[in-house]
């Protein structure tokens, strides 16, 4: 990323609704925050790539007048992981698959329920695929609670860095 911007990464399994979900939410965040400088993407540890959200994911996010029509998955790469200032993983599977494809990164990959410590066992944000909207909605829900608690530690982790 831009050495003029503070980047975060959100990883999930398929990329096709948690961290969708969480990164369009974040970035409502960021705005709203007024910190243009913090930028967010988001990947999947087993996903390919190209896959949209799915149908509960998409209408989720619409409770907070957000839109995933749009989105395409990624798959989650090293070049992702050691670009990204901070990585959000949902899961301690997700933080050890992170941790295997760059080892240097360790410091900055975190459950997302434990950022900011480095803890990689701990709260997760279980996985609401084949479940119904009511599921999507209720993992929603706590993600965006998550986002919420955290976005003033990223907003001075990007001062920071930033210098602002």
Sequence with gaps: MAPDSFHVL?????NTCRSPM??????KLVAHSGMDAITVSSAGTSGGTGFPA???????????ELDLNEHESTALTKELIERADV???????????AFSLAPDSEGNVYLLKEYPDTNPEGG??????????DVYNSVFLEIGEELGRILPILITKAQEKLKV
């Excluded at 799915?54 to 907070?64: G, I, R, S």
């Excluded at 990585?87 to 698959?97: A, C, D, I, Y």
């Design 87 to 97: 990585t959000l993983v949902m899961t301690g599977r997700h933080h050890r698959h």
């Design 124 to 133: 997760e944000i279980d996985d609401p695929i084949g479940c119904s909207l």
């Design 10 to 14: 959100i990883v999930c399994t398929g």
């Design 22 to 27: 969480a990164e369009v939410a974040l970035r």
């Design 54 to 64: 799915t149908t509960f994911a998409v209408e989720a996010v619409k409770m907070w």
